[in-house]
């Protein structure tokens, strides 16, 4: 449990409507999610407050009286925000701060103030302040006491507010800046990422909810010294390292930002610039917490996800945290693997199944090369993996891994080992 001491103290409040979808309504579990949340954040939750309503209230969101009684909980606990986990209109903000007294900021709200403190790279950087600029544009006229705040804290970090109170023009012509910057990086990217196809290693994508342990998993398979602490959305920039899988394959490992349910639409556009990454991977690592009393209905966001970002390629489901449940709890089966990647256990069943999701159809040969074909080394180097060179008096001896295409066309040239 958070220390207390000088972080912003926050009621959470959810309303559960049977009209609003699943993506808006609010549940203990969701609340027990913004609590991560907040505390991921910096803050502390005093009390949650969760309704029930047939509908929202236009006004209130969740009706006058249990906005009193928010207001009353606020003050008996000593809080200094509400944190809502539904998503909350201009006007809806405006006339809940009058009521309450205190800032008031929706989930959406609260996970750019995550990205805004945990974006690393400038790309990272300008995906946060887009995200910030779309979402706070048409918020202006109903952000006043969260934007007179003074001193930071959660929900104050970012573009700031005398920008903020210039006119919205000012700050569409901010957000195609931005959205031109942005641009211009997935450019720089797409350069990157043709060097890689040229150069022939296969990109290989961490994907997963929130949490799960991706970069703990990344940090033990390729020693990266990524940040791999116990809080959500650690990771906001993609993260980039080469793996040797075996003696024939070497890939480039890429950690994601974690999915999360009711991502904010206009966020996932911001991030599209690092989650596209996922569309040029040949395969996905999806890292599952296996010990998430939740695990199958985050299985699913991520799932979605990853069907829209990256049709069609294969997947390898890799449950982590094996080690805090049972083995009976974890499904066997075809491309599944149990690891844990704190305790380094499954790991080389784990390599083993990315090195048959990859290396199906190639093969590891030794070549003879006439001195007059060291054209075709360069093609070894250029289309394959070249493992050794030796030039002996009878010609160039080259270990190498090729696939199919490649291989059968130099079959005169294979010498026996």
């Known amino acids: 449990m958070p220390q207390e001491h000088n972080m912003d103290r926050a009621v959470l409040v959810g309303l559960n409507a049977p009209c609003l979808g699943p ?63 539904n998503a909350l209109s201009p006007g809806q903000m405006r006339v809940l701060e009058e009521l309450l007294g205190i800032p008031v900021l929706d989930r959406s709200a609260l996970i750019l103030d995550i990205f805004a403190q945990r974006a690393r790279s400038a790309e990272g950087r300008l995906q946060v302040e887009l995200a910030q600029y779309k979402y706070l544009l048409p918020r202006l006229s109903g952000m006043g006491l969260s934007l007179s705040r003074q001193g930071g804290g959660i929900g104050t970090r970012g573009p700031g507010e005398t920008q903020l109170e210039t006119d919205r023009r000012h700050i569409r012509s901010r957000i195609a800046k931005l959205e031109q910057e942005l641009q211009q990086v997935r450019q720089v990217r797409a350069v990157q990422r043709r060097q890689r196809t040229k150069n022939d290693v296969p990109v ?8 799960a342990g991706k970069s703990t998993l990344l940090n033990r398979l390729t020693g990266a010294g ?64 296996a010990s998430d009393p939740e695990r199958q209905a985050h299985m699913a966001v991520v799932e979605r996800l990853t069907a829209q970002l990256a049709p069609g390629t ?55 090369l006439p001195y007059d074909q060291g054209r075709i080394l360069e ?11 030796d030039y002996r008096p009878e010609g160039i001896a080259v270990e190498a891994v090729c696939g199919p295409v490649l291989y059968g066309q130099l079959t005169q040239y294979v010498a026996e080992a």
């Open 23 to 85: 993506e808006e309504t609010a549940s203990d579990a969701s609340l027990e999610e913004l609590e991560a949340l907040l505390e991921t954040a910096g803050g502390f939750c005093t009390a949650k407050i969760l309704q029930n309503r047939s509908a929202p209230d236009a006004r209130t969101f969740i009706g006058q009286g249990k906005a009193l009684e928010v207001k009353f909980m606020a003050e008996d606990t000593g809080a200094t925000l509400a944190v809502f986990d």
């Open 204 to 211: 290989v994508a961490l994907v997963g909810y929130t949490n």
């Open 226 to 289: 990524i940040p791999a602490n116990n809080r959500l959305f650690d990771t906001l920039d993609t993260t980039a390292r080469l793996l040797t899988v075996s003696d024939t394959l070497e890939v480039i490992l890429t950690d994601t930002v974690g999915f999360i349910a009711k991502l904010p639409h206009h966020l996932v556009e911001a991030f599209q610039a690092t989650l596209e990454e996922l569309a040029y991977a040949s395969l996905l690592i999806h890292v599952i917490d």
């Open 314 to 368: 294969p997947v390898i489901r890799c449950y982590n945290k094996a080690d805090l449940v049972s083995p009976l709890d974890i499904p066997a089966g075809k491309d599944q693997v149990a690891v844990s990647a704190a305790q380094g256990v499954g790991l080389d069943r784990l390599l083993q199944l990315v090195e048959q999701g990859l290396n199906r159809g190639k093969h590891r040969a030794n070549f003879l």
């Open 379 to 389: 093609r070894l180097h250029r289309q394959g993996q070249v493992l050794s060179v």
